[in-house]
């Protein structure tokens, strides 16, 4: 859902019945969520690692669920912008995660 978006943008354009105009407008809007992204990376910081995956896990299947129930426009640009944030709560548990398994001298 991440990098998926850019070569179909056309056909979701298409098949949700609005111009490349408008559904670039939604990609960017999806981008601009990333700049809430330090305060979603403190999830694992203040819960468990764990628990900040599981909360981006569900974040991110509640969002594409969405579009499979209610296939309209509106619900893909929620879709796009909450399985963004699901992303963003994900990455930063799972590298705190492994961060904390994986000694210091067998990383990179």
């Known amino acids: 859902m991440y990098?998926?978006?850019y070569p179909c943008l056309s056909y979701f354009a298409k098949g949700l019945g609005v111009d490349l105009r408008t559904i670039s407008y939604t990609v960017?809007?999806?981008?601009?969520?990333?700049l809430i992204t330090p305060f979603l990376a403190s999830i694992a910081d203040s819960r468990d690692r764990k628990t900040g995956m599981?909360?981006?896990t569900l974040t991110?299947?509640?969002?594409?669920?969405l579009v499979v129930l209610w296939p309209t426009f509106i619900a893909f640009c929620l879709a796009?912008?909450?399985?963004?944030?699901?992303y963003l709560i994900f990455?930063?548990?799972?590298?705190a995660y492994l961060g904390n398994r994986v000694p210091y001298?067998?990383?990179g």
């Open 3 to 5: 990098r998926m978006i």
């Open 28 to 34: 960017t809007a999806r981008s601009l969520t990333g």
């Open 54 to 56: 599981l909360i981006g």
């Open 60 to 65: 991110f299947t509640v969002a594409i669920s």
């Open 80 to 86: 796009l912008s909450l399985s963004m944030v699901g």
């Open 91 to 95: 990455v930063p548990s799972l590298q």
């Open 105 to 107: 001298e067998k990383r």
